[in-house]
């Protein structure tokens, strides 16, 4: 089975909005992510917009070919956005407006009945849910009970021991994706993960059906341009 890379291109909004034109342009780096090799192009509009503004999901409505996934926190806004841009995938984050970054996976079972609501309506509308987890196995359980399609397990915690102590690292992503597979939930992952980290996560994770990367990829492609990084980080998946 192949593991998709979804390219999180938030960082390229960043780097637009520091100038306030439309350099470099949002739509064109989307296409030619695609043209280089991503099956995927995820975008994480927040609610102050400082990266990926609400527009530019509606503007690559039509624009990406691949698979199209929203991240973010579900309130009444993203919701709306969700459900009017319909992508193949939503991916549910427990970010607070103001976090930096996402910095943890939900708790699924205090979040249980709030949760299950949102992806009842959101699977209504033939859109796949993934919720944003930390590798227990506790909030793995819950995120089945939610009606969840898939978790994307939160790599951060692998990406900061991994350079000490891999096999540490990798243990419990390894553990939680076979209890989420056994359970019928699909496993995609996220966050922190890199030219180095890559290969031993997607070899140790078996049946890893998606990974989202922004940060160190778009870094990467300073150095060694977009088609070159998108073509490394695809090597490093097998494919
Ligand atoms: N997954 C989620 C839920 C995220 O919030 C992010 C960052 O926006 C990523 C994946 C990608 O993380 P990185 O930019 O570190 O590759």
Known sequence: MITKLSVNVNKIATLRNARGRNVP???QVVKDCEKFGAQGITVHPRPDERHIRYQDVIDLKNIVTTEFNIEGYPSDSFLDLVLKVKPEQVTLVP???DALTSNNGWDTITHLDYL???IKKL??????VSLFVNPEVKMIEGARMTGADRIELYTENY???YPENKQKAIMPYMIAARVAQNQGVGVNAGHDLSIENLRYFSQNIPDLMEVSIGHALICDALYLGLEKT???YLGLLGS
């Open 123 to 128: 699977k209504s509308q033939n859109i796949r």
């Open 25 to 27: 342009n949002l739509v």
């Open 159 to 161: 990406a900061s021991i």
């Open 95 to 97: 970010d607070a407006p």
């Open 116 to 118: 299950t609501s949102i």
């Open 230 to 232: 998108i073509g490394s």
